[in-house]
């Protein structure tokens, strides 16, 4: 039996360590290697705007009509995908279909911005039939949140492409809204993202209101979305990096219950641990309700949470399934200031 000396096996193991690069092979991993910023150009009136399903099928003709016309009213054409009405149960289409439109939109020369009509679930299941590459060559701005925040993280995270968690086709075009994304993405606009102050006939604040629960400012990339679609691909190498970004979370139709285990999920999983602060959006109907007794309220949840972070907090930014909405860039350079309950772009979102 031949024998070796630990110095001898440490002596082969740094050769091939060391072939480890010609091999293909690399000490750090690929999601370690942090593409570049890559802005996509800004939309102008007499752009095109490529109409896709990637999630839920389009069971409402009407509803891509609509948005249609949204698009049209903001002075821009409009080109459906060639799988937009296709359906296979409650997704819209084949996978394999979902993500052709995908990758057909980025490829064509023709289309400028894409828009998803709107979400439901299907958007994890094509991560790994994007043409990233393509997509890289190619930038444009992708819109849309909900489900549509697994496109959005991926693509961020594998090209370096600046994303947009805002209104999706079918939502509710309305001055806020349509305000929030001109200014983001025509007017390239170092925007500041902020909750409107109207008292009405009321003496104080009484809707749309933020809380602050750590004070305090931080700067670093926008990195987030929606909270179920986000802890669903936890794990993958389809999200970008957490190390100093300040995390957006929004979310619907969640008990208290599930929210505090998605959060505990971000917690074990190291997440929370890095970033540099949160903005915690809107949680549309996640009232505890028949929760049992002594539910905790999301209130709580939040506090207990993200208070011992000792990074800067707060909750009840115009981001989430609501009607008025910010257009906020995933993967942008920005400043929170949770006291104010502010978001301030450092630079434009698009080039």
């Not at 939309?43 to 049209?72: H, N, W, Y």
């Not at 990233?132 to 693509?155: E, F, H, M, V």
């Not at 905790?296 to 949470?305: A, G, P």
């Amino acid at each position: 039996m031949l024998f070796r000396t630990r110095r001898q096996v440490l002596a082969s193991l740094s050769v091939a360590t060391a072939a480890l690069p010609f091999l293909g092979f690399t000490s750090v991993p690929a999601a370690e290697k942090v593409p570049k910023i890559l802005l996509p150009p800004r939309l102008k009136a007499g752009d095109t705007v490529g109409l896709i399903c990637p999630a839920g099928a389009a069971f409402s003709r009407e509803a891509v009509q609509i948005t249609k016309e949204s698009m049209e009213a903001l002075g821009l054409k409009v080109k459906l995908g060639q799988h937009v009405f296709d359906r296979y149960g409650y997704l819209a289409g084949t996978d394999q279909a979902r993500a052709a439109d995908v990758n057909a939109m980025f490829a064509d020369k023709t289309v400028q911005g894409i828009l998803a009509i709107h979400g439901g679930w299907g958007c994890a299941r094509l991560l790994p039939l994007l043409d990233y590459k393509t997509i890289q060559k190619n930038p444009k701005p992708l819109i849309g949140y909900s489900d549509i925040t697994a496109l959005l993280l991926a693509i961020t995270a594998k090209t370096g492409l600046v994303t947009f968690h805002g209104p999706v086709g079918s939502a509710t075009w309305n001055k806020f809204s349509v305000d929030s994304f001109r200014q983001v993405l025509f007017e390239a606009s170092p925007v500041l993202f902020q909750n409107p102050k109207e008292l009405g006939d009321n003496l104080t604040l009484t809707k749309d209101r933020i809380t602050t629960i750590t004070p305090g400012t931080a700067r670093g990339k926008l990195v987030g979305g929606n909270l179920t679609v986000l802890t669903a691909i936890i794990g993958s190498d389809y999200l970008p990096h957490w190390k100093d970004a300040i995390l957006f979370l929004e979310d619907t139709n969640e008990a208290v219950y599930r929210v505090d285990r998605m959060l505990t999920q971000l917690k074990l999983a190291g997440v929370l641990d890095q970033v540099k602060g949160v903005v915690f959006g809107k949680c549309s109907d996640c009232e505890p309700g028949k929760g049992g007794y002594g539910s905790l309220t999301l209130e709580e949840v939040l506090e207990h949470h993200l208070q011992p972070l000792k990074v800067p907090v707060y909750t009840g930014a115009m981001i989430g399934h609501i009607t008025h909405k910010f257009t906020v860039p995933v993967g942008a350079e920005a400043e929170m200031d949770a006291t104010q309950g502010t978001i301030r772009l450092l630079g434009t979102a698009v080039a």
